[in-house]
Each structure stands twice: as C-alpha cells, then as structure tokens.
C-alpha cells in the first residue's frame, strides 16, 4: 500500500527553526537542566565522554560539571547505554526499557556469535559460544554483590577473561587484544551490566563496571522490540521531525521493515520536503513553526544534533561536509549560526576556544560567535579536551573573515 499524501510543506527554514528551539541550542531557547537537555534530544552521544558535558554545556545555562555528575552517578536519571549504531548513549532513565528491547537487543543478537567466533579463530577456545558464556558468568556472579570495579580488576579477579586475540592480521591497523572489554560489552549491551562511575576525569572514559540491578535498584522489564522500536520512533520525530524513513533507519541502525512499522505504530504522518523528499511527523505535531531570532551555537564533536539525520543538506553545506566529517561519518566540532553549519571550534595551547570559519558570516554573526567561544573558554576554565575524531577543519583550516 502506497504512503497517503503529505498532508503539508515543510521547508528547510522550518526545519532549522525547529532545532533553534527544540535542542535548546540557540541561546534564547536552552533548556534549565542536563535531565530536560537530554529528554530534548532523546538521548546523548557518549563515544567520547566530554561530548555529554560539552553537549550539555551548549544547551543549559550555568551548568558544572558536578550538575551532570549528579545526574548520571547519583540520582541516575540519565545512563549510559550501547544502543543504536552499536554507540554508546545517555538515556533518560525511563528510555532504557525501550532501547533494550530494540535496538540493543538487536546488537547484541550481532555481536555475541561475532565474539564466540573470533574466539575460536584465535585459538583461545574450540567452542567459542561456550568461552563467552563462561566469561560472562564469571563477571555476573563477581558484581552480584553490587561492587564497581573497573575492566582492569575484573580481568586481573577473573581467570574466565584472561585472554588475548590477534586482529586483523597482515593489514595496519592490525592489533593483538584482550577480550576482557569485549565481555563485558557484550554484557552492557545485554542490560546486565551497567557502566557506573568515572573512575577518571569527566573528560576520560574510565567506567567502574557493576551490575544494572545495583546500578537501578530496580529493573524494568525491557519493552517488547515492537513496543521498543517505536518508542524510539516517536522520540526522534518529537526531537529530529520531520526526517525521512531513510533519516530513521540510519540513526536506529535498524532496517526499513522495522521503520516502517514503527511510523505505522505512532501514527506518524508524512510532510513533503525540498527536493521531492517525504518527511514525517508525529500527528500532534504538525502546526508550523518559525524562529525569527539570529543565533549561534557551539557544539563538540558527535553532537546529538549534528549526528541526528542521514540527509543533512538542510543544515550542512554540502561542501563543508569533508572538512567537519571523517571518512567513516564522525562529525568533528561545529559552529553554527542561524541553523547552518559554517565552521568549527578548536582550542589553543592554553585552552582557549577559537572558532574556524569554512564560510563567511555577517559581522553580528561573527561577534555572538566569538561570545560563545568566550563563554565556552569560560566554563572549560583551561582544560583541554582532546578527541580521536578531529575533522580536516579542526586540523588544518585558514580564518575567513566577516562578509
């Protein structure tokens, strides 16, 4: 059966005054806390863990880093969580049931065979399925009692993760590897375990690993995937609406089948788009939007708003993208005025922020530019964050001055 007919236009202005306002990213429209920050952005890219503060910090006037510590290790109303795209995220707490029941359910159906096989091909075991339930089992029955230990003490208590592999033999990125933080993966993914604390600084990802029971207290039943996927379906159109089916699929990692029954599950309605295009947006959501204000912003390597569609044309020029993504589709810092991407952010010697301009900006544009780099110099109060991601921009890139 063929999609019923848009039922309206919705144009690329729209669609970026629906992230001025919807993201809390344009200064007259952030948000009051990391929590409501988050829930606005369904969740929070955590593959480098300063991308949660830094996100955060571009959407929540006046907040510490000990506001978003409170949140993620005290009250835990935001946790980690691999999920989509095989990615770690942070998830508002009352998300989770749904992403393990989907999305994470669906990767780790993928990885646990992959790891009992590269078991078996390197040599640490004939039966490789029954290694990783071993190890597993090890790790379980070692956090029962509600420890925090990171994958170095688990793996020096626990005979059952020893073990290392050779990967990629013959190629340059060839590497000999434990297995140890493969196991436990494999059990974050599961739900069993959780990352708990920092056992570094904000900026460095040091997970004390412990079991989901201590970590919650309690712990849902993980939703059906129908229920699951499209939970999450009706979360990104709320943040991301409207985007196409192929917008959805990426960011999920899912299939078009599982999509597809999803906008059916949420009722979702189909807009049309430049470009001959079929958007869509949840029933509830379809009055026009605008956003009259200028604005800038500020956001740090894999923001949630930078990695949130497949088709960016609308937001990032297409001659920008080689210089702000890398090959494998990692966006590096952004600057961003008036919903377009125009440029990117790095730090001096001495931590101060300096934004690189790909194209030229009005000079209003170009001094509440600067603001933002002042106010973000500010809060990392000399601290410099690094990132295995840095784009060609944030690399090698020439000033281009005020139009």
């Known amino acids: 059966m063929a999609d019923p007919a848009p039922v309206r236009h919705v144009g690329d202005d729209e669609r970026r005054a629906r992230i001025a306002r919807r993201h809390g990213i344009a200064p007259q429209a952030r948000l009051p806390d990391p929590v409501a920050a988050t829930r606005a952005m369904t969740v929070l890219h955590a593959t480098e863990p300063a991308t949660v503060y830094l996100s955060l910090q571009a959407r929540v006037d ?61 040599g640490l075991a004939d039966d490789g399925a029954a290694w990783v339930d071993r190890a597993c089992a090890a790790v379980i029955q070692r956090l029962a009692d509600g420890s925090e230990l990171s994958a170095k003490a688990l793996r020096e208590e626990l005979p059952a993760l020893e073990g290392r592999i050779d990967i990629a033999v013959g190629k340059a990125y060839g590497a000999n590897v ?88 949420v009722g979702a309605v189909p807009v049309s788009l430049p470009g001959g295009q079929t958007g869509w947006l949840l029933e509830d959501d379809l009055d026009p939007e605008t956003y009259d204000e200028p604005w800038v912003a500020l956001l740090p390597v894999l923001d949630p708003t930078v990695m949130g ?72 109060e000399g601290v410099k964050v690094g990132t295995v991601y840095p784009s060609a921009a944030m690399k090698a890139v020439q000033h281009v001055g005020p139009a």
Not at 178 to 187: D, F, S
């Open 62 to 122: 006046g907040l510490s880093v000990a506001a978003v510590d409170r949140e993620l290790y005290d009250q835990r109303s935001l946790v980690k969580q691999l999920a989509m795209r095989r990615t770690v995220f942070v998830f508002p707490r009352d998300l989770l049931p749904a992403a393990w029941g989907s999305s994470s359910a669906r990767v780790a159906a993928q990885l646990r065979p992959r790891l009992a096989k590269d078991v078996e091909q390197g």
């Open 309 to 380: 569609w497949k088709s960016r044309d609308f937001y990032l020029p297409p001659e920008h993208v080689p210089h702000l993504f890398d090959s494998n589709g990692n966006a590096g810092t952004t600057a961003w005025v008036d919903g377009r991407i125009v440029g990117c952010w790095v730090q001096d010697e001495a931590g101060v922020v300096d934004v690189r301009l790909l194209e030229r900006v009005s000079r209003p544009a170009t001094k509440a530019l600067a603001h933002e780099a002042a106010r973000l110099t500010d809060w990392l």
């Open 178 to 265: 434990a297995m140890a933080p493969r196991v436990l993966t494999q059990l974050g993914v599961e739900a069993q375990i959780a990352r708990g604390r920092n056992g570094g600084h904000w900026r460095i990802s040091r997970p004390q690993w412990t079991s989901m029971r201590a970590w919650l207290g309690q712990v849902p039943d993980a939703w059906t995937p129908d229920e699951g996927w499209a939970e999450l379906v009706r979360r990104w159109l709320r943040t991301f609406g409207p985007g196409t089916s192929g917008d959805i699929q990426w960011w999920l990692g899912a299939t078009a089948g599982i999509v597809k029954r999803a906008l059916a599950d």
